[in-house]
């Protein structure tokens, strides 16, 4: 697992994200899922220490409405604060987590071969902040 987050955060900054829209298709996509899994990380990109959320039913689309149509275009230099992954009978449908970083206000995360770099709403960061202690 730690070689696939490697190899995707090198993708990000040498690559970069695609300017791509994230729109109803994607969205669509992603509405497939029955559950949601927040990863909150203890430390930057710490993923074996950090807490994890499971939300289901209308949570799942409350969480989706988070993810904001505008793009960033490039990812911002910075570390990432947790993953999110969407979920179909326990198995996710990106083909890479999607990491977020409230202090940066995005997400990145893959579908269909592409990479997508999306503003978090206001309502996201504020969600995802009061799952931070």
Request: hydrophobic share 40%.
């Given at each position: 697992?730690?070689?696939?987050?490697?190899?995707?955060?090198?993708?990000?900054?040498?690559?970069g994200c695609q300017t791509l829209n994230y729109s109803?298709?994607?969205?669509a996509f992603l509405n497939k899922a029955t559950e949601?899994?927040?990863?909150?990380?203890?430390?930057?990109?710490?993923?074996?220490?950090?807490?994890?959320?499971?939300?289901?039913?209308?949570?799942?689309?409350?969480?989706?409405?988070?993810?904001?149509?505008?793009?960033?275009?490039?990812?911002?230099?910075?570390g990432y604060t947790g993953e999110i992954d969407f979920?179909?009978?326990?198995?996710?449908?990106?083909?890479?987590?999607?990491?977020?970083?409230?202090?940066?206000?995005?997400?990145?995360?893959?579908?269909?071969?592409?990479?997508?770099?999306?503003?978090?709403?206001?309502?996201?960061?504020?969600?995802?902040?009061?799952?931070?202690?």
């Open positions: 697992m730690k070689r696939y987050l490697t190899i995707f955060i090198i993708q990000i900054l040498f690559i109803s298709k994607e969205e949601v899994k927040i990863l909150v990380y203890k430390k930057w990109s710490d993923r074996e220490n950090a807490d994890e959320y499971t939300f289901t039913g209308n949570d799942v689309k409350k969480i989706l409405s988070f993810i904001s149509r505008k793009s960033l275009g490039m990812a911002p230099k910075c979920l179909v009978n326990g198995k996710s449908l990106l083909e890479q987590n999607m990491f977020y970083n409230i202090d940066c206000n995005h997400v990145i995360f893959g579908i269909d071969n592409k990479t997508y770099c999306q503003y978090l709403t206001k309502e996201g960061l504020i969600f995802i902040g009061s799952l931070r202690k």
